[in-house]
């Protein structure tokens, strides 16, 4: 991956002061933080770290698409999380490994801030509101993966899925407005296999939505 360099320090202070985990944090935590980073630009198909590596680097994704998969047994692997907006990516294994359990693909071009681990483990031990964020967004995480383990899904049909979906991609906003829309940043393939279905039923499942008048579909965009 290419780091941008031509302004030092610059560039990632801009995207962490606009980030909504480090946003309003005091200068000086900034600063430590941006002196400790870089801007990185990935292409499509881009690996940004494989199951294994030593956990050197926080990535901050700010624009683009990745998904993360495991293997599972039988040498298969299983996409678990597919991120098209600003996400610290694989953050248990940030603050609970020493090596990825898990392989991270840019499925489209990124943009992203490497932070290093270090440095941002030493904020976060230092710092009460990062360390309160962090411990939010974790707990998130952890009841999102228990939703999901204890069959939240179980007996939905796949256009409830979809649409279970599309509302974690706009965060919801639909609480706060009638209508919202969603960018799917991602392939069909990758989708699909992120909610558990065969790209055919998810082109079904978009269909029976759009016919039902819940969602309109205009190319990429889905307004629901």
């Given at each position: ?22 946003a ?24 940004i ?79 009460h ?37 599309l ?58």
């Amino acid at each position: 991956m290419n780091a941008r360099l031509d302004i030092p320090h610059r560039a990632q202070r801009e995207l962490l002061c606009g980030s909504q985990l480090f946003a309003s944090l005091p200068l000086a935590v900034l600063d430590e933080l941006s002196g400790a980073s870089r801007v990185v630009e990935g292409n499509a198909n881009q690996t940004i770290f494989r199951a294994g590596d030593p956990i050197r680097e926080a990535h901050l994704l700010f624009n683009g698409s990745v998904t993360r998969s495991k293997i599972i047994p039988g040498g298969g692997s299983r996409v678990i999380e597919l991120v098209q907006s600003e996400h610290l990516l694989s953050m248990g294994e940030l603050f609970g490994a020493t090596h990825y359990v898990s392989t991270c693909i840019g499925t489209t071009r990124t943009l992203l801030v490497a932070i290093d681990i270090r440095k941002l483990r030493e904020v976060v031990q230092q710092n009460h509101e990062l360390s309160c964020r962090i411990i939010k967004a974790l707990a998130c995480q952890q009841c999102a993966s228990e939703s999901g383990v204890a069959g939240y899904h179980h007996g939905m049909t796949g256009a409830q899925r979809l649409l279970d979906y599309l509302l974690e991609l706009s965060g919801n906003r639909t609480e706060l407005a009638g209508e919202t829309t969603v960018q799917l940043k991602a392939s069909k393939k990758m989708i699909a296999a992120r909610i558990g279905m065969t790209p055919e039923s998810l082109s079904r499942n978009l269909r029976e939505l759009s016919d039902t008048g819940v969602i309109i579909v205009d190319g990429r965009h889905v307004h629901i």
